[in-house]
């Protein structure tokens, strides 16, 4: 469990804004900056400027965001940058300018960044520590406190691989500043070595769902072409123009498809002046295989309501997308797996489980997509119900079986779609365990897909890596047809299956290679493999074969390109953690942290971190709070690069956190979790300004031990055992023992404190809440539970 600091009061834009981040959005980029609730008399910051410039060179994009805001009041004031990243981009460039001097981020591994931090503090230096969340890797928070009068400058770089879905490469970027924005520009430059065939800017989308609509042109966005393989997209609104999208601000987002020339150059090898390769194959004239496609389909109790009726709506409608040449059929399950198959002789569907109560053949289960089977599958899915438990490793038990039962075409397409929004009766290590070992002679291809907030992605996305496919977040919406409806279609023309790269003998260095065997090459999508040549080594044509195909030896173009190394990185490090994340290895762990430190890029395995001289206390971001799905308040920084961004101290696990010698630092706290310094000043003091604790003449109320409800009976144990950050710590819990020095520490809001047993420091903000009470913790004797307790607190002994 993460330690979470009090979170400041939602106003109208965050739910704004967590509206737009909480579901399908993901991909994009989205900016927003935000403060701490203020004084009303107080104007509200200004973001005079907000640029978003990208690069896109080969399909490999590199994207900076530059937001210069001023506080405008004549009070310091905490100013908030958030943003939200493309799914799979990594951050490898964050800067904060200030007062003329620019504080740069750094790459760390996990540890040694943790280790770093901790160094920081002991020599009393301003410290962030940032990691990625690995569950939540696409949301950006940094809070910093800003001095009257003062501006601040945010520069965040990120980098991706632009995916080819359905035909298009497609750069997203979220936009939400708050508010009117004077200067606010969107400039994306695309440089390609073939020709651009393809450029489109819809209009911007101001809803989180997509539309059913056919796209329309954006009508503020400028469209150039200097060249055949270059352009150049300017979408820059004025202040009236700005208005007119939405009178608090833009807040949507942009979206940039283009595409290019695959016909002519579909086999298209980039070759650096240092060795690095890139391979690009989309072959666009190979007719689509015949597919057999198994859906399994979760109708459990908890898809009651409008889940059920969403899934009803969108397998109707993929149903209507399905070819001539397809073969198909459906497994539902709940308290047990449902197989259906149309009954021809009476024009009905049966099951092989459940009413009538009649066994078939598994092998009578698929059965082609004619107009007759596909009408009375339409049918059956308009009847189903939602009811029962979640038997899913039955489910896909019986879904192999079925699989196994009829024999395709060698070159035939083996899908199967697993839908559910719950966890798995039993728990899901035998299904990771047994479809796997299952599936290795059959090689159906496995694609999850989480509906959801209760679905348990992590384990859907790993059995899918596991099976040649991928996961998908489906999110709760209006829009959950749609969602599924696109996500079929770009699964629904599948080209070649088992396809394998192979490069001649000496020519590559193999260690260099990224994956070179795909399960499947679906239409409208892009296969790209990247390496490094042997020194002196030239690149021959490379074979593509595909599973019962012939060889496809289509001619290879061979280019030199600028750059490619970094794209070969990203490509590495992406597919060495989904490896790792399939089958845990550290093995590969290891090689990827490896890479990403080389290059600079923010993982699930590396951390930024962040120094600032002169400065005397420190927090851990890690630790500074706990997140909120969707979007992350300044009590809630601890994913992609997340957090309090300040000189606020709460006490480490391994001991206390220097005193600040500075009480005004020019990086401070958020008011509302200030601690009040002894006499209190400034624009926020008060008797007591930390949430929940009364003050008597200036001191925070304390309470007694057995007022804390988390500790249960302290009576029947010596021991407390607290979740810190996913790991179990066990304390000491010193019921009556007497305080020897007492060792000087900072507390949660930068104040000054000394660590006691916890017996005696009981503040009333975290009696109830372990979380609030996380911020405080600190060691007392090496191995006794205690809590920075502030020096101006009431002293209590246990019997006191």
Known sequence: MEAAARP???????????????????????????TADAEPEYPPPDVYSLHVVSHVRNRYARTVVTSRVANTANVSREISFDAVLPETAFISGFVIEMDGKAYEAYVKGKEEARQEYRQAVEGGQGAAHVQLSARDSNVVSVSVNVEAQKKVTFNLTYEELLQRELGAYHLRINLNPGQIVNDLSVEVHINETSDITLLEVPSLQQSNEISDEEYSTNPLAHMERPSDTTAVVRWSPSREEQAALRAEGVQGQLL??????????????????????????????????????????????????????????????????????????LIVFSSEPKVWWPDTENNAYMYSYGWPKRQRNDADAIVSATPENVARAKDFVRSLYALGGTAMYEALDRAL???????PRPDASLVMVLLTDGLPDGGSDAILQDFTAGNVEREVTLFTLAFGEDADFGFLRKLALRNGGFGRRIYEAADAHLQLRNFYRQVASPLLSSVNFTYGDGQVEEESLTRTKFSTLFRGSELVVSGRLQPAASLEEPVVVGEGRQLLRSPASLEKASSGERLWAFLTVHQLLDLDAATPNQTLKDRAKEIALKYSFVTPVTSLVVVKPNDTSAVDLDRAGGKRRGYFTTAAPASLLGGYFTTAAPASLGGVVPKPLDPSPPFCCPPDLEIPQVPPSGPYATTSSHPGVAASSGQPQVLRIWEITWLGSVSNSSHVTLEVNGTAQTYELALSKTESQLEECATPGGGPGQCRHLTNCVLPNFANSLDDFLPYLCVVDGSYVGACCPDNTIPHTLGG
């Open 8 to 34: 400041r009061p939602v106003t109208d834009s965050m739910r704004a804004w967590e509206a737009v981040v909480a579901a399908a959005l993901v991909a994009g980029f989205a900016l927003a900056l935000a």
């Open 401 to 407: 079986r079925v699989s196994r039962s009829r024999v």
């Open 256 to 329: 940039v498809r283009y595409d290019v020339d695959h016909a002519a150059n579909n086999n298209q090898i980039l070759v650096t002046d240092d060795g690095y390769f890139v391979h690009f194959y989309s072959p666009p004239d190979l007719p689509p295989l015949e597919k057999y496609i198994v859906f399994v389909l979760d109708v459990s109790g908890s898809m009651t309501g409008n889940k059920i009726d969403q899934l009803i709506r969108a397998m109707v409608s993929i149903f209507d997308e399905l070819s001539p040449r397809d073969n198909f059929t």
